[in-house]
C-alpha cells in the first residue's frame, strides 16, 4: 500500500522558527491547487495503489478552501485505488477551525486532523509568532469534536526559553485532559535562515540550554506513558487504535508520492525532490518539463536508511529483515550495538535493536554509530 503527501506552500505569516518551504503571498494558491492535479496525472505511474495515506502538509493547508481540498482528493480517486477508511489528514491552524469549514472538510472526505498549538500560554504564542491564542487552540479542539472528528493529533513544542517546567506539564496535560488521541511533540530547533536564527547570531535570542530539553522531553515521556500513551516514535504518542499510519509509512520503508513545491517521493528505489520555488514548480508542471532532483539508491544508502528510520520506532532494526531484504552482512551491527546496550541505551531481543527511553535522547548520535560510508 501508498502513501501520498500533499505540500500547500503557503501560510498567513511566518513562524519565526519554521524552515519549511512556504510564502506568505497567496496570489498563486489557485494556480498551485491546479498544478499539483496535473502532477499527480503526470507522475500516476510513480507509485501503485491501492492508497492507504493521504496528507496534507504544509505550510498552511487549511488557507486551502473547502472545495480545493474537494479537488485534490477527487483527483487522487480518479486515478488511484483508495482503500475504504483510507486516511486522509489535513493539518490546521487552530485559528482557520471554524463549524463550516470542519463541516465541509468531513464531506470533502478528510477524517483526521493534525492541529498546530505547539504551546497554551499567550507569550510563548507570540515568540513563535503563531497566530492564534491559547483560548483559540482549546476552543479549535473542541470544535473539531463536536464536528466528528475523533482522530486528532496536536503538536507541542519545547525547549521554547520561558517554558520551564512548570508550563511544559501544564501543556502536556492539558491535551491529555482533552483527549486528544494523538501528541506529536518536537524540540524547538534553531535554523539559520529563520527569524530566531538571525536573532540568535545577533544575539537577540539565546536559546534553552540542552540539559533543561532533555529534562523536558523525559518529562514528557513519563507523564504520557502514564496516560496511556504509546510511545512509538521518538516525536509521537498515540493510544491504542490512534498510531498515525501516513507518518508510520515513511518510518517503515512505504512508497509514497510527494505533490506540490519542495515535497519529497519515494518508490523503494530512489528519491526524488521537487523544486522548492512556487512559480518553476508551477511552470515546470505546465510545461510538462518539472525541475526534480532523483536520487538512485544503492544497496548501502537502503541499509543507512533502514536504520535512521527504524531506530527512532518501536519497532525496531530487524536485523533478519537486513539480511533478507538487502542481502547485508549484519554481524558489524551486533558490535556496533554492544557499548550502547551496555549503557543502556539500546536493548536487544534475539535479532531486535531498539533504544531505550535514554537512548531516545541521543538517536541521531547512536544513528550516526550505525552509518556505513
Known amino acids: 500500500m501508498s502513501g501520498i503527501y500533499i505540500h500547500i506552500p503557503f501560510c498567513r505569516q511566518a513562524c519565526h522558527y519554521c524552515d519549511f518551504h512556504f510564502s506568505t503571498n497567496l496570489s498563486l494558491k489557485e494556480k498551485m491547487v491546479e498544478a499539483i492535479c496535473m502532477e499527480l496525472q503526470q507522475r500516476q505511474d510513480y507509485i501503485n495503489g491501492p492508497i492507504n495515506t493521504i496528507y496534507f502538509g504544509g505550510g498552511t493547508p487549511s488557507l486551502l478552501h473547502i472545495d480545493e481540498v474537494k479537488k485534490i482528493i477527487d483527483k487522487v480517486k480518479s486515478i488511484y485505488s483508495v482503500k475504504d477508511h483510507a486516511e486522509i489528514t489535513i493539518e490546521v491552524n487552530p485559528d482557520d477551525i471554524t463549524h463550516t469549514y470542519l463541516k465541509g472538510l468531513r464531506q470533502a472526505g478528510v477524517n483526521r486532523l493534525s492541529i498546530g498549538v505547539q504551546a497554551f500560554q499567550d507569550d510563548l504564542l507570540a515568540l513563535l509568532n503563531r497566530p492564534h491564542n491559547s483560548v483559540k487552540a482549546i476552543d479549535s479542539i473542541k470544535e473539531a469534536r463536536e464536528q466528528g472528528f475523533y482522530n486528532i493529533t496536536a503538536d507541542l513544542i519545547y525547549g521554547i526559553p520561558g517554558l520551564g517546567k512548570g508550563k511544559w506539564e501544564e501543556n502536556v496535560k492539558r491535551l491529555i485532559d482533552l483527549d486528544i488521541p494523538h501528541i506529536s511533540t518536537y524540540a524547538l530547533t534553531i535554523e539559520e535562515k529563520t527569524a530566531l536564527g538571525k536573532w540568535t547570531q545577533t544575539g537577540q535570542f539565546t536559546p534553552e540550554e540542552e540539559e533543561t530539553v532533555a529534562l523536558q522531553f523525559e518529562n514528557?515521556?513519563?507523564?504520557?506513558?502514564?496516560?496511556?500513551?504509546?510511545?512509538?516514535?521518538?516525536?509521537?504518542?498515540?493510544?491504542?487504535g490512534y498510531i498515525a499510519r501516513h507518518n508510520s509509512s515513511y518510518w517503515l520503508g512505504a512508497p509514497y508520492l510527494g505533490l506540490g513545491p519542495s515535497a519529497h517521493s519515494f518508490n523503494g528505489s530512489s528519491r526524488q525532490y521537487n523544486i522548492s520555488n512556487n512559480h518553476k514548480y508551477i511552470e515546470g508542471i505546465n510545461t510538462s518539463k518539472p525541475e526534480v532532483i532523483i536520487e538512485q539508491l544503492s544497496t548501502l544508502d537502503k541499509v543507512n536508511?533502514?536504520?535512521l528510520t527504524r531506530l527512532r520506532t518501536k519497532w525496531g532494526c530487524d536485523l533478519n529483515e537486513l539480511r533478507q531484504n538487502f542481502n547485508f552482512e549484519t554481524e558489524r551491527y551486533v558490535d556496533t550495538a554492544k557499548p550502547f546496550?551496555?549503557?543502556?541505551?539500546?536493548?536487544?531481543?534475539?535479532?531486535?535493536?531498539?533504544?531505550?527511553?535514554?537512548?531516545?535522547?541521543?538517536?541521531?548520535?547512536i544513528t550516526e554509530a550505525f552509518f556505513v560510508v
Do not use: V
Open 305 to 307: 536508511e533502514y536504520f
Open 341 to 365: 546496550i551496555d549503557q543502556g541505551l539500546m536493548t536487544r531481543e534475539k535479532n531486535l535493536l531498539k533504544l531505550t527511553s535514554r537512548g531516545k535522547l541521543i538517536a541521531d548520535k
Open 220 to 240: 514528557l515521556i513519563a507523564l504520557l506513558e502514564n496516560a496511556a500513551y504509546e510511545h512509538y516514535e521518538i516525536s509521537n504518542f498515540a493510544k491504542e
